[in-house]
């Protein structure tokens, strides 16, 4: 019988990266990570050259082709995967191009984030209610304020979720593009990411803490590659866990944000502690 308290079971069930925001990324063995986040996890993005504002699929209407790429690193360079198949390196002179295409918007990737930089963030209960394709309000949000560095995140340097949370909303984690899925022992209660604010996951040498709860938007309920559309993966979380995060407002959420306050790397199978 093991009698060790449920934040005692916990490990690491999977982890992820996204080098190219907005494009579906990879699943790893190991990440290293520090102060700016998970190494090669949203380094790169695509610029709309008519707004200068970064491409995210939170402006569906405009960029939820972008869930169709997807994006990996292979010998060091990060590839990407078309919706066709065809793969092609992010560093190659023909790839803006390529892309551009594909979205029918004139693009260019960069490797760096300005300061500054903005991505529009369509309501996500009027893109339920009116359809993807429809203009809805859209306010700018700056990225990253809550990371060092230059990369593409939206807020924090790490995105986590539990398997309780993905068994009650019913949904993938490639949904809500975490970098770490904990795996969690039967009973665990769903949404128990809102409790970690301030608190530390020690994973190995790791050590992440809690920042606050994920605020959810419309990427969850799209197409991703192979996966359907999914309305109830922003519904279900929009009736049941509906909470304050950050300065944001009270707002439907779904895992948490974390801080790396002692880096290193962390594995799969890992076993992690809550403190």
Known sequence: ???????QQ???????????????????????????????DRRLALVDTQTGRIASAKQARLWRDLLQCNAGVHDGR??????????????????????SRLLSRPVRLVDGRQQGATIERADPDQVLEQGVDAEVEA????LAQGTPGDSFVDFAPMHVITTATLERIGTEAERYRPNLV??????????????????????????IRGMGPTPRCVIPTLEHGRLARAPHA???????NRVQSFDFGVLPCAGAYFEVIADGTIRTGEAISLR
């Not at 190219?20 to 700016?36: A, P």
């Open 139 to 142: 306010p700018l949000l700056e």
């Open 182 to 207: 904990i795996a969690t022992p039967p009973g665990y209660p769903a949404y128990a990411e809102n409790d970690w604010v301030g608190r530390t996951l020690a994973i190995g040498q790791v050590q």
């Open 78 to 99: 990060v590839q990407i995967r078309l919706p066709d198949g065809t793969m092609v390196p992010a560093d190659d002179d023909g790839t803006d191009e390529q892309l």
């Open 234 to 240: 922003l519904r279900t979380p929009a009736k049941e």
């Open 1 to 7: 019988m093991n009698l060790a308290a449920p934040e």
């Open 10 to 40: 916990m490990h690491v069930a999977t982890l992820r990266r996204y080098p190219v925001k907005s494009m579906l990324g990879e699943t790893v063995e190991e990440l290293f990570v520090d102060e700016r986040g998970v190494q090669g």
